[in-house]
């Protein structure tokens, strides 16, 4: 394979790493000051997308549908942690689980009766499949804005981590919940912002993932979850850089099988990556950048 | 008599069937540094975190300034004006100095006095001006003692829960802790503070209590205290376990 085609993958790689780090991120943001593993994560995803195409289909302005998809998975993740999580504030491991499969079943459900058990088409900009050239480079207009979206959305969580109050403490909460509290911190208030910004991500991985997509279902929330849980594993769970390296490190595994299969063997991408992830975790169970929760 | 800053009344207090604490009524009062005494097990830890609002109390009621505060959230009785200061330190390790001090002044809006008082605090501990920019997580035992007061100065707090600052610190650290201590109430800042080392405490409390599983087996002035020979028998081992 020649280096141009080793550098295109590259590119593709580092697109859809950055899709999954946002994902990992949003996951990993409520584990960390909670320690709830939200299951329902991949319906914010999903809600992003069928508030689109109720816009879209209702020629609402694709970019005013994009907006409303992310104000959408904010507001349903506050709602899930007021309704849904708060109340189990308390309870165990288990049962705020279980509580999160409820939900997502439960959205699920709610997208089938109100909008249709089938798969919707949500038409996307046309500009978005046009091809940009940037040096030896190909890459289509959705592949480059993803990755500066989420290259720009990561630098500003860091940024607001780091510099804002409301960040240092949330990562103060995810470190030591109840001296955060001695502080002055209110617990819900902290909660309730890293629910915020869990939808927040959501929405932004969801605009992206249902560009490319290019449609919905009512299940469809189950692959975004299911890589954002691997990469934050990966990664370590409970750490936030973990979850972004953790999303990078499965986007690249995930290419290379995808380049290394031949085209009869395509279907087995997933399954070889997580026989990868596997070997990963079998190393090191603590996932590579983990044991530490630090940010 | 003005009324006592601090008034705990029948405080029953623990973990589920564990009852740490059994019926201890204590006072504090404006400007003292009071000693809350007793060996490992007695129940000062639990009771310190119960008037700051981490263990729920069963019986009792404490009062602060006038208003009770049992079964307040301990984000409310921080900002109420009690600052608890946790046994083994618990500074945010994976924030910088700069940051956990930040954290301490989490609850104030006034950029100004926030910026001035962590000057104050750079004053009182050098060392964390040095390390400012370092994560907590590297600072020794001694300098994060300090950090955590510092934390806790930084919420400009009327009452100090103290728990345990010299366990596991080397004799000068302690002392220049235990100055830092003393010097309080000239801040306006009254104090509790947790200990197992008697004579130590004794030095800067005017006053104390003895616990004993659970319970206040004794109080009194600080040289009532010291010259009590049923101390001995209350704990085992004092400034010789360090």
């Given at each position: 394979?020649?280096?141009?085609?080793?550098?295109?993958?590259?590119?593709n790689?580092?697109?859809?790493?950055?899709?999954?780090?946002?994902?990992?991120?949003?996951?990993?943001?409520?584990?960390?000051?909670?320690?709830?593993?939200?299951?329902?994560?991949?319906?914010?995803?999903?809600?992003?997308?069928?508030?689109?195409?109720?816009?879209?289909?209702?020629?609402?302005?694709?970019?005013?549908a994009?907006?409303?998809?992310?104000?959408?998975?904010?507001?349903?993740?506050?709602?899930?942690?007021?309704?849904?999580?708060?109340?189990?504030?308390?309870?165990?491991?288990?049962?705020?689980l279980?509580?999160?499969?409820?939900?997502?079943?439960?959205?699920?459900?709610?997208?089938?009766?109100?909008?249709?058990?089938?798969?919707?088409?949500?038409?996307?900009?046309?500009?978005?499949?046009?091809?940009?050239?940037?040096g030896?480079?190909?890459?289509?207009?959705?592949?480059?804005?993803?990755?500066?979206?989420?290259?720009?959305?990561?630098?500003?969580?860091?940024?607001?981590?780091?510099?804002?109050?409301?960040g240092?403490?949330?990562?103060?909460?995810?470190?030591?919940?109840?001296?955060?509290?001695?502080?002055?911190?209110?617990?819900?208030?902290?909660?309730?912002?890293?629910?915020?910004?869990?939808?927040?991500?959501?929405g932004?991985?969801?605009?992206?993932?249902?560009?490319?997509?290019?449609?919905?279902?009512?299940?469809?929330?189950?692959?975004?979850?299911?890589?954002?849980?691997?990469?934050?594993?990966?990664?370590?769970?409970?750490?936030?850089?973990?979850a972004?390296?953790?999303?990078?490190?499965?986007?690249?595994?995930?290419?290379?099988?995808?380049?290394?299969?031949?085209?009869?063997l395509q279907?087995?991408?997933?399954?070889?990556?997580?026989?990868?992830?596997?070997?990963?975790?079998?190393?090191?169970?603590?996932?590579?950048?983990?044991?530490?929760?630090?940010? | 008599?003005?009324?006592?800053?601090?008034?705990?009344?029948?405080?029953?207090?623990?973990?589920?069937?564990?009852?740490?604490?059994?019926?201890?009524?204590?006072?504090?009062?404006t400007?003292?540094?009071?000693?809350?005494?007793?060996?490992?097990?007695?129940?000062?830890?639990?009771?310190?975190?119960?008037?700051?609002?981490?263990v729920?109390?069963?019986?009792?009621?404490?009062?602060?300034?006038?208003k009770?505060?049992?079964?307040?959230?301990?984000?409310?009785?921080?900002?109420?004006?009690?600052?608890?200061?946790?046994?083994?330190?618990?500074?945010f390790?994976?924030?910088?100095?700069?940051?956990?001090?930040?954290?301490?002044?989490?609850?104030?809006?006034?950029?100004?006095?926030?910026?001035?008082?962590?000057?104050?605090?750079?004053e009182?501990?050098?060392?964390?001006?040095?390390?400012?920019?370092?994560?907590?997580?590297?600072?020794?035992?001694?300098?994060?003692?300090?950090?955590?007061?510092?934390?806790?100065?930084?919420?400009?707090?009327?009452?100090?829960?103290?728990?345990?600052?010299?366990?596991?610190?080397?004799?000068?650290?302690?002392?220049?802790?235990?100055?830092?201590?003393?010097?309080?109430?000239?801040?306006?800042?009254t104090?509790?503070?947790?200990?197992?080392?008697?004579?130590?405490?004794?030095?800067?409390?005017?006053?104390?209590?003895?616990?004993?599983?659970?319970?206040?087996?004794?109080?009194?002035?600080?040289?009532?205290?010291?010259?009590?020979?049923?101390?001995?028998?209350?704990?085992?081992?004092?400034?010789?376990?360090?």
């Open positions: 394979m020649g280096s141009s085609e080793l550098l295109q993958q590259f590119v790689a580092l697109s859809l790493g950055s899709t999954y780090a946002l994902l990992a991120l949003g996951l990993a943001m409520v584990f960390s000051v909670m320690g709830l593993v939200n299951f329902a994560y991949g319906e914010l995803v999903a809600v992003t997308g069928y508030t689109m195409y109720l816009l879209v289909t209702r020629g609402v302005p694709w970019w005013i994009m907006l409303c998809g992310i104000a959408a998975a904010v507001a349903l993740s506050l709602l899930m942690e007021r309704i849904a999580f708060r109340p189990l504030r308390n309870a165990s491991f288990l049962t705020l279980f509580s999160s499969f409820a939900v997502s079943v439960i959205i699920q459900n709610v997208f089938r009766a109100t909008v249709s058990p089938r798969q919707k088409g949500v038409p996307s900009p046309e500009f978005l499949s046009e091809v940009v050239h940037l030896p480079l190909t890459a289509s207009w959705l592949t480059v804005i993803t990755t500066a979206v989420a290259a720009a959305s990561l630098a500003t969580l860091v940024v607001f981590l780091r510099r804002s109050v409301a240092v403490s949330m990562r103060a909460a995810a470190e030591d919940f109840d001296v955060t509290r001695l502080m002055g911190v209110k617990a819900n208030g902290v909660i309730a912002l890293a629910f915020a910004i869990s939808g927040l991500l959501a932004i991985a969801g605009v992206l993932w249902v560009a490319r997509l290019g449609a919905v279902a009512p299940h469809m929330g189950f692959v975004p979850v299911l890589k954002a849980f691997i990469a934050t594993v990966i990664g370590g769970l409970g750490s936030l850089q973990g972004v390296f953790g999303g990078f490190v499965l986007a690249f595994i995930e290419i290379t099988f995808h380049v290394i299969l031949p085209s009869s279907p087995m991408v997933d399954p070889f990556a997580l026989l990868i992830v596997g070997v990963i975790l079998y190393f090191k169970p603590q996932g590579l950048l983990g044991g530490s929760g630090g940010m | 008599m003005a009324e006592p800053l601090l008034k705990v009344e029948g405080v029953t207090s623990g973990y589920g069937a564990i009852l740490a604490v059994r019926d201890v009524s204590i006072e504090v009062n400007g003292e540094v009071v000693a809350l005494l007793g060996a490992n097990g007695a129940g000062k830890s639990t009771l310190l975190m119960t008037i700051a609002g981490l729920n109390s069963t019986a009792g009621h404490i009062t602060f300034a006038g009770k505060i049992d079964h307040m959230p301990p984000e409310r009785i921080l900002r109420a004006g009690i600052a608890l200061t946790p046994e083994g330190r618990r500074v390790a994976h924030l910088s100095v700069a940051d956990n001090l930040r954290m301490g002044a989490a609850s104030r809006r006034d950029a100004g006095g926030i910026a001035a008082d962590t000057e104050e605090v750079l009182l501990f050098p060392r964390l001006s040095e390390r400012y920019r370092q994560l907590a997580g590297t600072l020794s035992g001694g300098e994060q003692q300090m950090l955590a007061l510092g934390r806790s100065l930084m919420s400009r707090p009327k009452l100090m829960l103290l728990d345990e600052p010299s366990l596991g610190l080397a004799p000068r650290i302690v002392a220049q802790i235990f100055d830092m201590v003393q010097a309080l109430p000239q801040r306006g800042v104090v509790l503070v947790v200990e197992q080392n008697v004579r130590l405490a004794l030095t800067v409390a005017s006053r104390g209590y003895v616990m004993a599983t659970g319970e206040v087996q004794a109080s009194g002035s600080s040289a009532e205290l010291r010259k009590a020979v049923d101390l001995e028998k209350v704990y085992l081992g004092t400034d010789s376990r360090r």
